[in-house]
């Protein structure tokens, strides 16, 4: 049943609010406020550097938010994704999910030394992910949250958990809430974040079974609308131009807003991990409708779920360290 008015109006209220859900359990303490002393302008800086890039690319901002997710699917939110490969490190960034697909390591590097000029040895390439992903969010027309802060680098990565931990485009429903619940993530999260789906792109190849062979019968996915199934079809062909890429939200593909849920109800969601929104739980089918429906209950949940997600088993204390170079660990004993 939907949620009563008063209960919707309530949350709208506090949608554009910054919000802070600080994490005391998931190995360590978090908090919004662990670098004013140590180096006070550090968001600002993120920010500053983040804003010129999306001016020269809107389609970073979705990229940085992808990264973030990406990286905290695999060991936690450690920066692991942007540790290039070395003598004892196999990059990540050779995994199925995120080969010719991960970007936006250039732009985290602009951040970091601009940060390392500022305040050396001091914020961590984890933290600086997590602020990126909500500043991208927030220049996409999105909401703003309060990002708890004090995460520390890995010193090692993991290409195995990168290829199992993240959910696919082709995954089944079951199997993307198994790995969001992996993550302590529940049900609500899964539909809440899946809405950032509402800036950026796809390639041909994450989505061209739906358009020739949904179901190895050589057919097409009868839940996908058919005209636009034949648009799709006329840039993604049955083989060939696998990189070319779409938009996950046609309507608005750069602005933040919740018309990918508008898009799913009206049988436009681009993934298959998309439309088995509507299709495969009653559940997460109401949530989508909720969210179609109201923009503030939508932008709510999702500061709420990034917060929750961006507390994914940390590094914090004397664990892991902070790295001078996002893309490689402190140690002199590690071969670049």
């Not at 009868?222 to 696998?242: E, H, I, M, V």
């Not at 890429?245 to 991990?273: E, H, I, M, Q, R």
Request: charged letters at 20%; a positive charge.
């Amino acid at each position: 049943m939907a949620q009563p008015l008063s209960f919707l109006l309530a949350l709208s209220l506090l949608a554009f609010v910054p919000l802070c859900f600080c994490d005391k359990t998931l190995g360590g303490y978090l908090y919004p406020q662990f670098y004013d002393h140590s180096c006070p302008r550090a968001t600002e800086i993120v920010k500053s550097v983040l804003a010129k890039a999306v001016a020269r690319e809107a389609r970073m901002a979705a990229s940085l938010l992808r990264l973030h997710f990406h990286d905290c699917f695999v060991q936690g939110c450690d920066a692991s994704i942007l540790l290039d490969s070395s003598k004892n490190i196999i990059t990540e960034k050779r995994s199925v999910p995120n080969q010719n697909s991960a970007r936006g390591f250039e732009v985290i590097d602009e951040i970091k030394s601009a940060l390392e000029k500022e305040c050396p040895n001091t914020v961590s390439c984890a933290d600086i992910m997590a602020l990126a992903a909500r500043d991208s969010t927030v220049l996409s027309g999105g909401p703003n949250w309060e990002v708890p802060l004090g995460r520390r680098d890995s010193k090692g990565a993991s290409l195995s958990g990168s290829n199992n931990n993240i959910p696919a485009p082709n995954n089944t429903f079951q199997t993307i809430l198994t790995k969001f619940k992996r993550q302590k993530l529940n049900i609500v999260d899964l539909v809440a974040l899946s809405g950032s789906h509402t800036i950026g792109n796809a390639r041909c190849t994450s989505f061209r079974q739906r358009l020739y062979n949904q179901s190895g019968n050589g057919l097409a996915d009868f839940t996908l609308d058919q005209k636009y199934a034949a648009q799709l079809r006329t840039r993604c062909p049955r083989s060939g131009g696998d990189q070319t890429l779409f938009f996950l939200d046609f309507v608005s593909p750069t602005k933040f807003d919740n018309s990918y849920f508008k898009n799913l109800l009206a049988s436009k969601g681009l993934l298959n991990s998309d439309e088995i929104l509507i299709t495969k739980s009653q559940v997460t089918k109401q949530l989508v409708q909720q969210y179609a429906e109201n923009t503030e209950l939508f932008f709510e949940q999702f500061a709420k779920s990034m917060v929750k997600m961006g507390n994914i088993s940390p590094l914090t204390g004397s664990r892991g360290e902070i790295r001078k170079r996002c893309r490689k660990i402190n140690s002199i004993n590690q071969n670049a």
